[in-house]
């Protein structure tokens, strides 16, 4: 297993491997939905508000994560970690969490301060994400399920409140994503 930043020729592989991991998972449509999501990411974001990372076995593409550029008013170094996919047959296995953990790793050399995720607590619980109430930080987007906005500091034990409005990228800038 191998883990490594993306490469602009690996983006077909990882929008199939976004649609079809979704669509298993969450049906059809959502599959579509998040396959765009990764391709828009990696075809419309600034390269210095994006990185992409990837997990392949035998050559394989069999997962992927994104961190996209979160940015706040008081101007904090923070990223959003959003998608994330993990082949059907490879899931079960600890990729997912291992492909995360290098890609704080890397965000952290990068002197990146601040990571937040809108998702499931209980997967992202186990690579150091915790709930974060948003009167401590705003999300971009109103929330459908608020118990899924989760954060953790690359540089100290807790996160400080943010005032104001963060801004995600304009991939992520969509209400059908929170």
């Not at 990372?53 to 997962?63: D, L, Y």
């Not at 995360?100 to 990571?115: D, M, S, T």
């Amino acid at each position: 297993m191998k883990f490594s930043l993306y490469n602009q020729s690996d983006i077909e592989k990882i929008k199939q491997l976004f649609t079809k991991t979704f669509s298993d998972s969450e049906g059809q449509s959502e599959g579509f939905l998040i396959g765009n999501l990764a391709y828009d990411l990696m075809s419309s974001t600034n390269s210095n508000d994006l990185y992409g990372f990837i997990a392949t076995k035998n050559k394989e593409v069999i997962g992927s994560i994104f961190f996209s550029r979160l940015v706040f008013e008081n101007e904090s170094n923070a990223f959003l970690l959003s998608p994330v996919a993990i082949h059907t047959s490879h899931q079960g296995k600890g990729i997912g969490q291992k492909l995360i953990n290098f890609g704080l790793n890397i965000l952290k050399e990068k002197g990146v301060g601040l990571v937040f995720t809108y998702g499931d607590p209980r997967f992202y619980s186990k690579v150091g994400f915790d709930h974060i109430a948003e009167e401590l930080v705003k999300a971009p987007l109103i929330l459908r399920y608020p118990e899924g906005w989760l954060g953790q500091s690359l540089v100290s034990n807790e996160i400080k409140q943010i005032t104001g409005k963060s801004r995600c990228v304009d991939a992520l800038n969509k209400p059908e994503y929170w």
